[in-house]
């Protein structure tokens, strides 16, 4: 689906618009600015508005990457894609098309970090919902306030763990806006058929509620009573008026993402990216580097760093995977170790959840040991895969790394928390520390690694690999529920098209310019196992293939 080849797919991009004039021209989900040819000008009651000449989208791109490109630094950059964005978002889209490596940092991570946290400050349009609780009484008329009637995907948050920056209250509205980015950049869903959404139910970011310029409620955050009855109240209410639409959680703390998921995730179409899309990631890059390594997954001792929310999540799937692989039940939980703040997770602690129970290794496993911190468990555990989610940076030291080093010809190594600021560990580091035998993926972007003559470009492990692939699967296969075996599905697709299965020396995941077409592979095979899953209407995997293409929409100017 294009921005609107013809007078059909206008339709389905922005339904219901019938614009003319000012209207039409500072609409930026229809306007085309300076491409609005002589005719349309004419026809549409906009001659006199523009300058005489007419632009390609082409030439508009063009002189909007000029512009970007004087932009001061990263921040001053996203300012400006933003503000493109508000003002016309086929060329918003296009621009970011044509330079997808370069500016998916700049939309996304790591710069919306920055961006969340002076969201008050640079704040210039609304866009999508603030759901604030002092309406809680009025949330459906909040609901259909909304620019949209029809919306595919919301993504949501609460603003309350943003990447590794922890509360940011109102700002993290900077999170769903830019996810929905990527759900129409990569996963070509229509931007007129997005919506994102932040819970504003208080901050206890202190330094936010002194700050005089922050546009949330002022207000420490809510008990957990009211706050699951809140949440209650808003999933009714965009139950009944968006039957069907797929809601994304997003960056919610762990002691609230995990029992929203399983609250819902049999009741909507729903999904968790930090539990479930973090998990998928992390196996789809996983499964390229156990091959680059000649040591099966299943023979692996994986060690977890971080047992909140997206670190469990991430063993769950890797569970799932080793019993889909052949291993029982125990004999996976035997090869997975979660260390969190105060160790290793054993099952004589008394302080975990029923999720981190799950992965808690028996205590006369252990018993013998001087500790189980991270340390411990590399010298004590033969070790060849160590994957970090604490967001506690220089947690995998040089000594760590070389201990683990000297376990295994090649030591998979993935520090993937967020911001950069957060890493576990840096690339060039790890590269030295084990003489350039790692396999590394990171959660941030990094520079490439130098050794010799040789030049190593390191993975990212972001989430735009999966839940684009998702929103466009679901959206194709008109899916009701999205389950563990879709995720396993996308992480798997994701892993058969890792460049280092051809060449160990190259990265673990696709360059982000290959995005789009790996997105629809992913979205195929999604699509594939909701049918499998008695998810989907029943469709052939040839129907479904050409859904998946057909519902992609793409960023160019409708001919009217």
């Excluded at 059909?8 to 000012?22: K, L, S, T």
């Excluded at 479930?276 to 760093?305: D, E, I, S, Y």
């Amino acid at each position: 689906m294009t921005g609107g080849s013809d007078e059909e797919g206008d339709a389905v991009a922005h339904p219901g618009r019938q614009r003319r004039g000012q209207d039409l021209l500072f609409d930026a989900l229809t306007t085309k600015g300076t491409a609005f040819t002589h005719d349309e000008r004419c026809q549409y009651g906009l001659l006199g508005l523009l300058p005489v000449a007419v632009k390609t989208i082409a030439e508009q791109a063009a002189h909007t990457y000029t512009e970007f490109s004087t932009r001061h630094d990263d921040l001053d950059k996203h300012i400006y894609l933003r503000a493109l964005q508000d003002r016309n978002e086929t060329l918003f889209y296009r621009l970011l098309s044509e330079h997808i490596g370069e500016m998916l940092p700049i939309v996304y991570t790591p710069t919306v970090g920055e961006a969340c946290r002076q969201f008050s400050e640079i704040y210039r349009r609304p866009r999508g919902l603030f759901v604030s609780y002092p309406d809680r009484d009025r949330l459906r008329e909040v609901l259909r306030n909304r620019r949209e009637q029809q919306v595919d995907v919301i993504v949501v948050t609460d603003g309350q763990r943003i990447l590794g920056l922890g509360d940011q209250g109102i700002g993290g509205m900077g999170i769903p806006i830019g996810k929905l980015s990527l759900y129409t950049l990569i996963g070509g869903i229509a931007p007129a058929r997005t919506l994102p959404i932040i819970l504003d139910v208080g901050t206890d970011n202190v330094e936010l509620l002194d700050d005089p310029q922050y546009l949330g409620w002022r207000h420490r955050r809510i008990s957990d009573e009211e706050y699951y009855a809140f949440v209650e109240d808003f999933v009714t209410v965009v139950e009944e008026e968006l039957p069907g639409v797929l809601l994304q959680w997003e960056d919610f703390a762990t002691a609230h993402a995990l029992p929203l998921l399983e609250r819902y995730r049999g009741r909507l179409l729903t999904f968790n990216d930090d539990i479930q899309g973090t998990a998928a990631v992390t196996l789809g890059a996983l499964h390229g580097a156990v091959r680059a390594a000649g040591r099966p997954l299943v023979q692996q001792q994986v060690v977890m760093f971080g047992a909140g929310s997206a670190g469990i999540g991430v063993l769950e799937m890797i569970r799932q995977e080793m019993v889909a692989e052949g291993l029982s039940d125990s004999e996976a939980a035997e090869r997975l170790w979660a260390i969190d703040v105060d160790g290793l997770l054993t099952d004589d602690r008394t302080d975990l959840s029923d999720s981190q129970r799950r992965f808690a290794q028996p205590a006369s496993r252990v018993s013998g040991w001087d500790g189980h911190g991270l340390a411990d468990v590399v010298h004590h555990v033969d070790v060849g895969i160590l994957v970090g989610l604490s967001t506690a940076a220089g947690a995998f030291t040089e000594q760590i790394i070389r201990a683990l080093a000297a376990k295994t010809d090649h030591p998979i190594i993935f520090p993937l928390s967020n911001p950069t600021s957060r890493a576990e560990a840096h690339p060039a580091e790890l590269d030295a520390w084990t003489n350039g035998r790692a396999l590394i993926a990171t959660g941030s972007p990094f520079a490439p690694v130098q050794r010799g003559d040789q030049t190593r470009h390191i993975a990212q492990c972001n989430n735009v690999y999966i839940f684009p692939a998702i929103g466009l699967a679901v959206t194709a296969a008109r899916a009701t529920r999205v389950t563990d075996a879709m995720m396993l599905a996308a992480a798997t697709t994701l892993g058969d098209a890792s460049p280092a299965l051809s060449d160990p020396s190259r990265p673990l995941l696709p360059a982000f310019e290959d995005l789009p077409e790996i997105t629809t592979r992913i979205a195929t095979a999604v699509a594939i196992q909701a049918v499998r899953d008695k998810v989907a209407p029943e469709t052939s995997e040839e129907q479904l293939a050409a859904a998946v293409r057909r519902t992609r929409w793409i960023p160019e100017y409708p001919t009217r």
